[in-house]
């Protein structure tokens, strides 16, 4: 007797293959892979020969919780990452009070296991004076360093206090990479007349991408310096990808975000507000480096960096707009469209979104459809595109800058541990979520 059987499924194996066929889940595991199962079940979905996947996880988000929760929180959050077929999240500490000590840490995992229908894991925020927490939280998926200034309170730009976080402990470093003293030059320089009203654009030279690479320079040269485990968040410029393409250690890796494929200085003529975001959208011609930096191993992973404020707080003028966009129920499809437009393929996918994360933050169980693996699933559907509208969107913020897209791939089912959280169109009653473990000596 099984929990759960996903039946006539085409079922999406490690090395981008399909196979048809059924998945029996129980106890929150997978059981048996087969091309029919003959065993009775509590629930079973027909998959209809739809796409089935391993469920996503998103190593990167912003769920507002505690301190902004009119933006999102974490059950939220987790409402709209299982639409997008995101199984499990990693959540940074830049919220209020920020995640920097165990009282925040157990907060969090309390809070989320009262309120997430998605599996869940969280950062420690580095600042200039909790380097004992930094190394001593637990559980922690990796420590947060913000070498510029952005969303929060958590800023750490001077070598003093970056050597010593570098040079003690094990855990992984996770970095923001802008560089603090270039963002307040470029300010002062072309932000100066405080009467004008700037273009939206104006964020993209602001924080240019000598700003980004500066950071990263600084970051890798710790990294090499103290053996230090590095990765280095939201890669976003075509520079930044040459640099690791000379330079990459065994013990750095980075990842890159959909905003920064999907989109480029040109959506500031029709998104305006929507797009401004840390580190900025740049000129078309990083994506297409962006893209080559993932097909050729430099870039190791895809997060989301889903970072939600209110449409009103959006629309203020510059500089006075928050930079942060929803998106961690689009990444998914977004992907699956590129794929269907020939830019990755299945196998892609798998490594950049399920099973490459899961062994970069050492995730146990996860990121793959193989017997004895956790069963977090993701039933898609790669036959009918949707045009995505703001009101579609189920995280808090309720718009996207991908409003007016056609993308195909989205979630018919969800399946957290065993258990459907989203099918029909709707997300099920009830807390399916459980904390992440982290294992600190796999790596990729």
Excluded at 275 to 299: F, K, S, T, Y
Aim: hydrophobic share 35%.
């Amino acid at each position: 007797m099984y929990d759960l059987i996903v039946r006539n499924a085409s079922i999406a194996c490690n090395d981008g293959s399909t196979m048809a066929g059924d998945v029996g889940c129980r106890d929150g595991r997978i059981q048996e892979i087969s091309a029919s199962i003959n065993s009775q079940s509590s629930e079973s979905v027909d998959g209809n020969g739809h796409l089935l996947l391993p469920g996503v996880i998103d190593p990167q988000v912003h769920f507002r919780e505690p301190g902004a929760t009119h933006k999102e929180d974490l059950g939220s959050g987790a409402r709209a990452a299982v639409r997008g077929g995101v199984t499990s999240f990693l959540e940074m500490p830049n919220c209020n009070p920020p995640t920097i000590d165990q009282t925040q840490m157990d907060w969090k995992l309390k809070r989320a296991s009262e309120t997430c229908v998605a599996n869940f894991g969280f950062f420690v925020g580095a600042t200039k004076s909790n380097l004992e927490s930094l190394n001593n939280v637990h559980p922690a998926c990796g420590i947060k360093i913000f070498m510029g200034s952005s969303t929060g309170s958590l800023l750490v730009d001077d070598d003093t206090s970056l050597d010593k976080i570098f040079s003690h402990g094990q855990r992984l470093i996770a970095v923001h990479a802008e560089d603090e003293y270039r963002i307040k030059q470029r300010t002062s320089t072309l932000l100066s007349d405080n009467n004008t009203t700037y273009d939206y654009s104006i964020h993209s030279q602001v924080r240019d991408s000598e700003t980004a690479c500066i950071a990263t320079r600084r970051a890798l040269e710790l990294s090499e310096r103290y053996g230090r485990r590095l990765h280095i968040l939201h890669l976003s410029t075509g520079e930044e990808v040459e640099l690791l393409r000379q330079n990459k250690p065994s013990q750095v890796t980075c990842e890159v975000i959909p905003n920064h494929l999907f989109l480029s200085t040109e959506d500031y003529k029709t998104q305006g507000a929507r797009v401004v975001m840390n580190p900025p959208i740049r000129e078309p011609a990083n994506a297409d480096q962006l893209w080559q930096g993932l097909h050729d191993g430099v870039i190791d992973i895809i997060a989301t960096d889903h970072a939600p404020h209110t449409l009103a707080e959006k629309s203020v003028n510059y500089p006075a707009t928050p930079s942060g966009m929803p998106g961690v129920e689009t990444s998914l499809p977004l992907m699956l469209t590129a794929m269907t437009e020939g830019r990755c393929t299945l196998a892609d996918i798998l490594n950049w979104m399920c099973r490459g994360p899961a062994q970069l933050y050492g995730i146990p169980n996860k990121g793959q459809i193989a017997e004895g693996f956790d069963a977090d699933l993701t039933l898609v559907d790669m036959q009918t595109a949707q045009l995505l509208q703001d009101e579609d969107v189920v995280s808090r913020a309720g718009w996207s800058a991908y409003r007016g897209r056609r993308l195909t791939g989205w979630p018919l089912v969800t399946v957290v541990g065993g258990r459907v959280v989203y099918a029909d169109g709707a997300i099920r009653p009830g807390i399916f979520g459980q904390p992440l473990t982290f294992d600190s000596t796999q790596t990729l």
